[in-house]
């Protein structure tokens, strides 16, 4: 799912055109040539100029109603809450298309600008798993504050007449009638250069969580090692049978993520469980999770005596060539669940990560936006890049109907309260849980 059709970029193997163009031999040596440099350019050009009509549309919200972001809600209406709001949309994971990164093998392409939106949104999907799996699930990016956007400047107006006596906040700007602890004025990439206050009790906290926030980062670094980067996502999508430059469902990269988090060393204590035919078999999640099942797994963590904690993701379809209206206060619903570490779908052809919604309207992160690739091995490398200061939202109506939805539980109670919750609020079952192994479900329909 992409905003434009992939690039006319040429494989070692086969010298074919992908976009559908004329073909052309590839370099002798495999390396991307002045055509596809320039491909590149012209490519990234392309999406961000797309991304920056996107960005530059006004985006409104309700102060009269909750704005629901990864199972937390914010009441609109007070300085204190917009502030919560705020840290905790910067603090999500924004995973784009990048250029100018190590060639990916098989092919010339340095670049996913184009065909790699759908793994983009997996990633930031895996990564919100990450965060509160190894973070406190209220932990918030302490640099957060350095990041103000416009679209914020529309809650607060310029007097307070104008607001029906409600006093609307100027994002990280204390009041006068407050005492501050520590100011800095700062200027951020697409922000403001404005005065932040910081008082908040949890960011001592915070700020000594930053290396593994930092390390989470670094482990979707646009380089071959790293383990959910861009390349480890295309070669385990080789198995799937997708390349570098093809277009990925949000079906397959729950797979790949699968796969790609069973492959590495780096993530302890942590399985992914990915549901078969809109069911989640949970003697399955449990014979995946319960280490003292398999006597050869010894891994001591504090979600509890062997038992792993487990990102639980369900593939479903929920209409035919547009969402089922039926189905959007189930959507919402599970949105709003704590459980819920987001969607991966978007709209047709545009893969974007929802992380919540508000009224009818679904709150997104988006992909498309090409920067620069950031060399994560660099100690102290620039995070800015890594979070996004701009809200989006969308319509329910505009959504496409096939998608993935991800869960998180950190332990067996956890996972029971799980099933439980998402059993009250999808009462439409566009997926269902039942107590037993994919196996004896096939054995049971084949007697």
Known sequence: MNSVSP??????????????????????????????????????AWNNVKYGWSVKSKTTFNKSSPVTVMGHSYLLNSEDEVERFRRAFVSRLWLTYRREFPQLEGSTLTT?????????????LLAQGLLVHLLPRDWSWPD???FADVDFEALRPR????????PIPSFGYSSSSRTPTTTQKTSMPGGTALNHTQKRPELGRDRQAEPLHRRVVAWFGDEPPAPFGVHQLVELGKSSGKKAGDWYGPSVVAHILRKAVAKTSEVHNLAVYVA???????????HLCDQSLNQSVSDPEPSGPGWKSVIILVPVRLGGDSLNPSYIKCVRNILRLECCIGIIGGKPKHSLFFIGCQDDQLLYLDP????????????NFPLESFHCSSPRKMPFSRMDP????????????????????????????IF???????????DRCMS
């Not at 007097?159 to 029906?164: D, E, L, N, Q, T």
């Not at 078969?276 to 449990?286: E, G, L, S």
Request: charged fraction near 20%.
């Open 7 to 44: 690039s006319a970029v040429q494989y070692v193997g086969g010298g074919t055109d992908v976009g559908g163009g004329a073909t052309r031999e590839a370099t002798t040596a495999g390396e991307p040539d002045e055509v596809d440099k320039l491909k590149t350019k012209l490519m990234s």
């Open 112 to 124: 996913d600008c184009g065909w790699g939106c759908m793994l983009r949104s997996g990633q930031m």
């Open 144 to 146: 957060a504050q350095q």
């Open 159 to 166: 007097s307070p007449s104008r607001a029906g006596g409600v």
């Open 276 to 286: 078969q035919d809109c069911t989640v078999y949970t003697k399955d999640v449990v």
């Open 368 to 379: 498309h936006y090409c920067q620069a690739v950031v060399d994560v091995t660099q100690d």
């Open 402 to 429: 096939s998608c993935t939805i991800g869960f998180y539980a950190k332990n067996k109670k956890d996972f029971e309260s799980l099933c439980s919750a998402v059993c009250v609020v999808s009462n439409l079952y």
């Open 432 to 442: 269902t849980f039942i107590d037993l192994f994919d196996a004896d479900m096939i």
